[in-house]
């Protein structure tokens, strides 16, 4: 298996330098990521140890360049749009998903020119319409040496150090889990209930990763996600160094204190609601 982690989250929002003040006020070392030529679109990255938050929009002035899907996703407002899964071999992996029957796209390139002027490279290959889930697949050219900025281990103020889980919320976890399963090419996993989240989930790991499927099962958050968005993704889950100091920098940055929970695997964690952090649940867990 070549699909080796959760690379990237990539929340999308109308307001790009809005929105790295919000997330600069909620601890995370958000810098401008740079243009995506021919796109029209810009963002900003929050990385961390070997992955990162990705806050892309719409450049000003080039909404014709970007693409028709983008432009409706703002219509309704910010949130999280897709889920990044990382290979190592993108050509291999397509062909394996083509031959479990999965719809998927060739490899393409891609890249971005960051604001020093250096040239990014990847492949990155999309899910058809037959199976039209939130992912998409990439593989990197440039490394990760030069892909990460200085200093490394990042120093986030709110101690992140890495993405854990993110969770996808989906009308059947029995369902889903199947699809993602073939998608995929691992096993369809338990399903458990997710005690902050209020839904039952289907976590599939990805390396160190975990990418989820959600049902509602209770008011919570599972059940707002899907009220307000539909199916999709919503919540990126991060490792922290601490809680405590994390929840300290929000609220001396005038942000809202985040609600606690205890996990199902009986680890605490707290939660940013999406009035907080441009339309996505932030969480994070780790000592208090």
Same mark, same amino acid.
């Given at each position: 298996? =070549? ?15 809005? =929105? ?7 601890? #995370? ?5 740079g ?26 002035? @080039? ?14 407002g910010?949130? #999280?749009?897709?889920?990044a ?28 020119? =960051? ?14 319409e ?6 998409? #697949? ?7 040496? @030069? ?7 990042? !120093? ?35 399903? !458990? ?10 976590? #599939?790991?990805?390396?160190? =990763?975990?990418?989820?499927v959600? @049902? ?48 199902n695997?009986g680890e605490q ?20």
């Open positions: 298996m =070549t699909l080796t982690r959760v690379d990237h989250a990539m929340i999308c929002v109308s307001d790009l330098n809005a =929105t790295i003040e919000t997330y600069r006020r909620l601890g #995370f070392d958000v810098r401008p990521g243009v995506h030529p021919r796109a029209g679109t810009e963002n900003a990255i929050a990385f961390f140890e070997d992955d990162y938050l990705e806050l892309l929009a719409i450049r000003p002035g @080039e909404e014709q360049q970007a693409s028709p899907g983008l432009v409706e996703f703002l219509a309704r910010d949130g #999280f749009r897709y889920v899964v990382q290979s190592d071999d993108l050509a291999a992996d397509v062909a394996a998903m083509r031959r479990r029957g999965v719809d998927v796209g060739d490899p393409v390139d891609g890249g971005r020119r =960051t604001p020093a002027g250096q040239e990014l490279r990847w492949r990155s290959a999309r899910l058809g037959r199976d039209p889930l939130p992912i998409f #697949f990439i593989e990197h050219l440039t490394p990760l040496a @030069e892909r990460r900025p200085p200093p490394h281990p990042a !120093q986030h103020p709110n101690g992140a150090q890495r993405i854990d889980r993110v969770y996808i919320a989906v009308p059947s976890v029995a369902k889903a889990a199947e699809t993602y399963a073939r998608v995929l090419g691992v096993p369809i996993p338990r399903v !458990q209930r997710g005690a902050v989240i209020k839904a039952d989930m289907a976590v #599939f790991d990805l390396g160190p =990763t975990g990418l989820t959600a @049902e509602p099962a209770e008011p919570g958050p599972a059940a707002e996600a899907m009220s307000q968005r539909g199916p999709g993704p919503f919540q990126v889950l991060l490792r922290t160094r601490s809680m405590d100091a994390a929840a300290r920098w929000m609220e001396s940055h005038g942000m809202p204190p985040p609600a606690r929970g205890v996990r695997t964690a707290m939660l940013v609601p999406p009035r907080d952090a441009c339309g996505a649940f932030i969480g994070f867990a780790g000592p208090a």
